[in-house]
Every structure is written in C-alpha cells, then in structure tokens.
C-alpha cells in the first residue's frame, strides 16, 4: 500500500519495489514463529535474529530453562566490529533489544538501557527518555552522564545529531517515549525542527559506524509502522512505511559505494493485516490519504469526555479532510466515559477500532485485526553475501547467515 500511495501521489514508485523490478534484490519468504507461539511477538521475533534461537514470547534471548543465547551484535562486538541500532520507537524497545542483550523481561526497558552502554554499543537511536535522563528514572540513574564519561557524543535533537562529524560513539535520544508518526511530526514545525527522520538517523548512523575499517553491523526499525498497525491507524502505518523507505534508500545508497556491504530488508512479524479493498469508490476512497495532516492518534489522543459530536467531527475533518456522520462520531464519543489509562500500546484506552471500522467507509482501507500475525514476511538482500538467502527460511536461520555472510 505505501508503494501504490507513493506511486499515485508523487509517480515515483518505492525504492523497496523499485529494487525488485530493477532485478537488484534476492527475495525470500521467511516464517515468524516462536518457541511458545505460531504467532510471535517482538521480543521473541528479534531474538530470532538475535540469538539464533526461538524463545517464547515476551522473552529476549533466554531460553525457557533459563539459559541464555549470545546476541548477534555482541558476537560481532567481540569480533572487532562497530555496532548500533536505531529504530523510531524506543531505543530499549524489544526489536533492537533483541538484536543485543538478553533479558527475560522484554519490559525492562530501564535495566535494557543500562546493558546497552555496558555492553558498548557504538549507536543508539530513537526515543526514551525515560529510560535515559536521571529526572525521569526511578533509580535516579543517570544514563546520559555514563554516556559521556565512555566517550559517547550525547544529543537529543535534530540539529544536534546532523552537526555530529561520527568521530564518537553516539546516543540520540530525542523524544519521552517512542518518536511522533512521520505524519504527525510533518504538520508540526515544531516537531519537524527538533526530532530527525528515520532516514537522517540511518545516514548519520552509517557516518559514524563505518570509520571502523573492520566494518559495522547496524540494525534500523520502522517500529512506529507496527505501533500504528496495532493501532488500525492508515495514516500512522503508510507515511511511517515511507519513512522507512527512504532510511532503505540510505543504506542502498551506501552499499552501492562500498561494494563490501549487506543489505537485508525485512520485518519480524506481521500485523493486523490491512487491505485495500474492492469498492466502486475504492481508488477515490484510498486517494484521501494522499491529503491527511494528521494520525488517527493524534485525533483521537486530543478528545476527552467533554468534546461535542460537532467538535469531533470538525476536528477530524481538519486532520484527514472527510466529515463522519453524527451517528459515526457518536459511536467513537461513547468510549471516552471508560477510559482507563491501561495498555502496552493504547495507555489511555482510545477508541482506535472504532475510528477504524468508520475510516475503512472513507478510504477503503479494512483491517484483520489488532495485533501480529502468523504470516511468513518478505525477506530481501543487496549486495554480498545475497546468494546464501534460499527462497524460503526460518527466521532463526537469518543469524547464522549473517554472521557467515561478514566472515564472522
């Protein structure tokens, strides 16, 4: 769906589909199970890749025993190489946490931060302040501090990360919790002025990492693009999917020069399934999303239980250009006497689904569900080390192919 967006609203197609049209790609299938589910979550997903190993869910590198598996960017750590993640959530969320550490609580995302700089690694991106600075910490820890003192350029906003000259180690951190959606953050010059793009992260990621002349190993995640699939958010998932995108064109960019580079694009899960579906008004209903400003996040976050149907429906026709009717706004206005303030991914209870199922009337855009699936996922390599990938492969199978890949 991002491909045909781009592909309609600017006649440029996506530089994931426009590698494989290119013939540039070898493309594989790869399953998403873990140890104690058909259907995985993050945690256990990424220490698919990470450890080599399936894990139940919820857990990140540990066994059910409780024995442990050596993290793939700590193996490469120990073979002299630079290491890093970035993602648009938090730093310490599972996906990069997977990649490096080993927790049997994918929710420690405090302690998660703590091994990260104890371990070393050379990057880390994304949000979490909380995790970080000292004011927001429980333990009173202050983690941009032991940064510093290990020789760590520490910086919290855009201007700040693309002046860095990737001399030093770098932690970014530059927002509470995760990043704002990529929609949301382009209708605020606020936000556009102060929190990098998933693309500029990459770039100035790959400028730091790539001094090491014994090479690096770098993982990035569009994570705000499986948060607005948990959502049902259309705007949050596509613009977030682009987003991710253009941080591929980067790492494309650079393995065309270096020639020594492996690129692997794919995603650990999928989730909720959205489709574009047929409809008389289909191509119409799904060109309203080319003019969105605004998430169903951001809409909905701003309503509380004093906010008038009338209100409602401006508010939202503001943000995304259609008006509901009454009945509609009226349905999603009821939840707002019930909130509860509870939930990994919808703290404040918002009516999501419900906006959701009036949305898909308006873009044609329909969902499964609202959470992960058990689909085997796309699974794509540029450059060196492409012709191990066979056309169909476990997830657990990617790490050992990595590390054959880098000699390692």
Request: overall charge negative; glycine content about 8%.
């Amino acid at each position: 769906m991002a491909n045909i967006l781009l592909q309609r609203k600017t006649g440029i197609k996506s530089n994931w589909i426009s590698l494989y049209e290119q013939n540039r790609l070898t493309r594989a299938l790869m399953d998403t199970a873990s140890a104690s589910s058909l259907v995985t979550d993050s945690a256990a997903a990424s220490s698919s890749w990470g450890g080599g190993v399936r894990v139940n869910n919820g857990s990140l590198n540990v066994n059910a025993d409780g024995s442990e598996n050596t993290p793939i960017l700590q193996k490469f750590k120990k073979a002299g190489k630079s290491v890093g993640v970035v993602t648009t959530v938090t730093a310490t969320h599972a996906t990069p946490a997977g990649f490096s550490i080993t927790s049997d609580k994918r929710s420690d995302e405090p302690g998660i931060a703590v091994k990260y700089l104890d371990l070393g690694l050379d990057i880390i991106m994304g949000g979490g302040l909380t995790h970080f600075s000292p004011s927001l910490r429980k333990d009173g820890k202050d983690l941009f501090g032991t940064a510093s003192n290990k020789g760590y350029q520490v910086v919290k906003d855009r201007d700040q990360l693309i002046s860095q000259d990737g001399s030093k180690p770098l932690l970014g951190i530059f927002s509470e919790d995760a990043l704002p959606y990529t929609l949301d953050r382009a209708s605020d010059k606020d936000l556009t002025s102060k929190v990098p793009t998933l693309a500029e992260m990459t770039k100035q990621a790959i400028k730091t990492l790539s001094k090491n002349k014994k090479g690096f190993v770098l993982q990035v995640e569009a994570g705000k693009v499986d948060w607005a699939a948990h959502a049902n958010d259309i705007g949050g998932l596509l613009y977030d999917q682009v987003a991710f995108d253009e941080a591929v064109a980067e790492a494309i960019a650079f393995a065309e020069k270096s020639e020594d580079t492996l690129v692997v694009i794919t995603t650990d899960h999928g989730n909720a399934n959205p489709g574009l579906f047929y409809g008389a008004d289909a191509d119409r209903n799904f060109e309203r999303i080319f003019n969105f400003k605004q998430t169903n996040n951001w809409v909905l976050d701003g309503v509380n239980k004093d906010t008038s149907v009338s209100a409602f429906i401006e508010k939202l026709e503001a943000a995304q250009g259609y008006a509901i009717a009454k009945t509609e706004a009226e349905q999603i206005l009821v939840h707002y006497g019930k909130i509860d303030e509870k939930g990994l991914y919808n703290p404040r209870n918002l009516p999501f689904k419900d906006l959701a199922l009036v949305q898909s009337k308006y873009t044609s855009v329909g969902w499964g569900s609202m959470d992960h699936s058990a689909d085997y996922v796309e699974l794509a390599m540029f450059g060196p080390g492409s012709e191990l990938l066979k056309p169909f492969v476990k997830n657990i199978e990617l790490h050992n192919l990595m590390l054959k890949a880098c000699a390692v």
